[in-house]
């Protein structure tokens, strides 16, 4: 008589398309956020580099995601290349907003609000221009109709 096998305990970690989802919802919010203080100046000189360094550290994290997401052999969802727009629209509409005079800025988040929305638009290409890429990679393999 054999004795039943012990459960396995997976770890269950977050993949790379659900992190990249919660990292372009977070700076987004972050964004808001930051741009909802009316006329915010930093008073170190430190910091005003900052939105440029976080730039280049979320767009490092987006395209290691997209690319080890790309990389796995189970197939992508869309909801990854439909939410990495969120940071763009919402730099749209904070500068939208910026225009008819509802949000008012300093030169300082102005600069940040152009990092984020460059940034959210350097990513939303290259996670399409991927998806595509992966999406035609995956049909090359697959037998052609006349052939079976």
């Known amino acids: 008589m054999s004795s039943p096998a012990a459960p396995v305990h997976r770890r269950h970690t977050i993949s790379s398309e659900m ?29 005003r580099g900052l ?6 550290g979320y767009i490092t994290a987006q ?14 969802s869309i909801l990854d290349a439909v939410l990495a ?3 763009v629209i919402t730099g749209i509409v904070c500068f939208v907003l910026y225009l008819v005079s509802v949000m008012h800025l300093s030169l300082f988040q102005l600069n ?4 984020l929305t460059i940034t959210g638009l350097v ?3 290259s996670t399409l ?3 595509n890429v992966v ?14």
């Open 123 to 125: 990513e939303f290409v």
């Open 129 to 131: 221009w991927v998806r």
């Open 85 to 87: 727009i969120v940071p």
């Open 112 to 115: 940040a609000l152009a990092m």
């Open 135 to 148: 999406l035609q990679r995956g049909l090359s393999v697959l037998p052609s109709q006349g052939s079976l």
């Open 63 to 76: 395209l290691w995601m997209l690319l080890d997401s790309a990389l796995r052999t189970r197939p992508t």
């Open 19 to 47: 992190g990249s989802i919660l990292l372009a919802l977070a700076i987004s919010v972050f964004a808001v956020v930051l741009l909802l203080v009316p006329n915010y100046t930093p008073t170190h000189d430190s910091i």
């Open 51 to 56: 939105p440029g360094w976080i730039a280049l």
